[in-house]
C-alpha cells in the first residue's frame, strides 16, 4: 500500500506565492512520473505539470513561467513552486505518484490541499 499525503496550501493574495509539498510513502520500489493537478469549483481536474523519473518537465500553458515542479528522488517527494499567483489558480491540488510495478504502473492519488488565491 502507497499514501500521499499533500501539504502547503492556503489563502494567498493575487501576485503572492505558495509551495506545495507531496510525500509518498508505503511499499514503493521506485516512483515513475510525479505531478499536480488542480480542480476548480464546477470544473474537470486538470494537470497542472508533471516531472519524470529523470527530471523532465512539462507544464499547462496556464501555469508556464510561474509554476516550477521539482522532486526529491530520495525522500519520494514532489514540490511544485507557485509564483504570481492568479484567482484562476484556486482550487484544490492534488497530487499524482506512479509507482512501478511488475509490469505495470500504479496511480495513487492524494487526498488534495486546498489553495485560494484572493483577488
Known amino acids: 500500500q502507497v499514501q500521499v499525503v499533500e501539504s502547503g496550501g492556503g489563502l494567498v493574495q493575487a501576485g503572492g506565492s505558495l509551495r506545495l509539498s507531496c510525500v509518498a510513502s508505503?511499499?514503493?520500489?521506485?516512483?515513475?512520473?510525479m505531478s499536480w493537478h488542480r480542480q476548480a469549483p464546477g470544473k474537470q481536474r486538470e494537470l497542472v505539470a508533471i516531472?519524470?523519473?529523470?527530471?523532465?518537465?512539462m507544464y499547462a500553458d496556464s501555469v508556464k513561467g510561474r509554476f516550477t515542479i521539482s522532486r526529491d528522488n530520495r525522500n519520494n517527494t514532489v514540490y511544485v513552486q507557485m509564483n504570481s499567483l492568479k484567482a484562476t489558480d484556486t482550487g484544490v491540488y492534488f497530487c499524482?505518484?506512479?509507482?512501478?510495478?511488475?509490469?505495470?504502473?500504479?496511480?495513487?492519488w492524494g487526498q488534495g490541499t486546498q489553495v485560494t488565491v484572493s483577488s
Open positions: 499524482n505518484v506512479r509507482v512501478n510495478g511488475p509490469g505495470r504502473k500504479y496511480d495513487y
Open positions: 508505503g511499499s514503493i520500489f521506485s516512483i515513475s512520473d
Open positions: 516531472i519524470s523519473s529523470r527530471g523532465s518537465t
